[in-house]
């Protein structure tokens, strides 16, 4: 997420404090080696992601993303508050559980610019509706990003049995905001939500990190009831994103373990199912950028995030 608007205000840096402390419990013994490749030549290995915890390989899923050329503003239709409707569950150990991906941002969302900047209640205060995200240097869209890791999510957790929603899927102008997004996973009554990012710091600034839940009550907004299964979520996220994919976590936000505590994010605040956000990279360090515009990074980035929803699941 670009750190520009609603829910993305950056948080002030911490100074680290040592080696990886945060979730590396849920850390397999191959991350680490995944990490030294990552450090080394910039980029996971060719292992396509071994260690896998439940979610089966498959072929990534078509992206429904529209192209890289701009469209001609129209009206503005008015967004549908309806999520994408998942495809009937398949049988499978995650069978009658409910998965809501979030992708962050909206690819129509630069085209309407006084919808997005109107405010929302947030619970504990007002902010813009939703940003249009960030983008690498050669233009690659975190809107893209998002939606197409979101389709490739769909598929492994469908073939898991479990019945997945989107909050949006490309099909409405711009949005939701992000009190709608919270809003979809409460009504869906999700086991399990992820809203999927890309961060927009500075060059050097590399590797992923997942955002947790504060314990926020004031307002309209109670986390109380999901801080620590939300943590639970965000810890299994990290571990299997470092396995399967080989980056590293964050070395600018956080203690160095990959997990960042918020309270000042609707789409958190206002949730009442356990949810967390992930920021796979940073779109601006090229090193970062050269894997996020990578359909088998993605793929991979997909297979770490789907994992680490399927361990949380299954407990």
């Given at each position: 997420?670009?750190?520009?608007?609603?829910?993305?205000?950056p948080?002030?840096?911490?100074?680290?404090?040592g080696?990886?402390?945060?979730?590396?419990?849920?850390?397999?013994?191959?991350?680490?080696?995944?990490?030294?490749?990552?450090?080394?030549?910039?980029?996971?290995?060719?292992?396509?992601?071994?260690?896998r915890?439940?979610?089966?390989?498959?072929?990534?899923?078509?992206?429904?993303?529209?192209?890289?050329?701009?469209k001609?503003?129209?009206?503005s239709?008015?967004?549908?508050?309806?999520?994408?409707?998942?495809?009937?569950?398949?049988?499978?150990?995650?069978?009658?559980?409910?998965?809501?991906?979030d992708?962050?941002?909206?690819p129509?969302?630069?085209?309407?610019?006084?919808?997005?900047?109107r405010?929302?209640?947030?619970?504990?205060?007002?902010?813009?509706?939703?940003?249009?995200?960030?983008?690498?240097?050669?233009?690659?869209?975190?809107?893209?990003?998002?939606?197409?890791?979101?389709?490739?999510?769909?598929?492994?957790?469908?073939?898991?049995?479990?019945?997945?929603?989107?909050?949006q899927?490309?099909?409405?102008p711009?949005?939701?905001?992000?009190?709608?997004?919270a809003?979809?996973?409460?009504?869906?009554?999700a086991?399990a939500?992820?809203?999927?990012?890309?961060?927009?710091?500075?060059?050097?600034?590399?590797?992923?990190?997942?955002?947790?839940?504060?314990?926020?009550?004031?307002?309209?907004?109670?986390?109380?009831?999901?801080?620590?299964?939300?943590?639970?979520?965000?810890?299994?996220?990290?571990?299997?994103?470092?396995?399967?994919?080989g980056?590293?976590?964050?070395n600018?936000?956080?203690?160095?373990?990959?997990?960042?505590?918020?309270?000042?994010?609707?789409?958190?605040?206002?949730?009442?199912?356990?949810?967390?956000?992930?920021?796979?990279?940073?779109?601006?360090?090229?090193?970062?950028?050269?894997l996020?515009?990578?359909?088998?990074?993605?793929?991979?980035?997909?297979?770490?995030?789907?994992?680490?929803?399927?361990?949380?699941?299954?407990?």
């Open positions: 997420m670009s750190y520009v608007g609603p829910d993305f205000e948080p002030q840096p911490r100074r680290r404090r080696p990886l402390t945060v979730a590396l419990a849920a850390l397999v013994p191959g991350a680490l080696l995944g990490w030294l490749v990552y450090e080394t030549v910039g980029g996971p290995g060719d292992d396509g992601g071994s260690g915890a439940g979610v089966r390989s498959s072929s990534p899923a078509a992206s429904s993303a529209p192209s890289d050329d701009a001609e503003p129209s009206a239709p008015k967004p549908t508050a309806t999520p994408s409707a998942s495809a009937p569950a398949a049988s499978g150990p995650l069978k009658g559980k409910v998965v809501v991906i992708p962050g941002h909206n129509g969302n630069f085209q309407h610019a006084s919808e997005i900047n405010k929302v209640n947030i619970g504990t205060n007002s902010k813009e509706c939703d940003t249009t995200g960030t983008s690498t240097n050669d233009g690659y869209t975190e809107a893209k990003f998002t939606l197409d890791v979101a389709h490739r999510m769909r598929t492994l957790l469908q073939e898991q049995g479990a019945t997945v929603k989107l909050t899927d490309g099909d409405r711009f949005g939701p905001c992000v009190d709608e997004r809003r979809i996973g409460n009504q869906a009554k086991d939500v992820v809203s999927i990012h890309a961060d927009g710091s500075g060059a050097g600034n590399r590797g992923f990190h997942v955002i947790l839940p504060g314990a926020v009550h004031a307002g309209a907004a109670d986390t109380r009831a999901i801080v620590g299964a939300s943590r639970d979520l965000g810890e299994r996220v990290a571990g299997r994103f470092v396995a399967v994919t980056s590293a976590p964050s600018y936000i956080g203690d160095g373990g990959g997990l960042v505590t918020r309270e000042d994010l609707g789409g958190l605040n206002l949730s009442t199912v356990p949810k967390v956000f992930i920021e796979c990279g940073n779109m601006r360090d090229s090193k970062d950028a050269a996020l515009t990578s359909g088998a990074w993605r793929q991979k980035a997909a297979q770490g995030i789907s994992e680490g929803i399927v361990s949380f699941l299954r407990g």
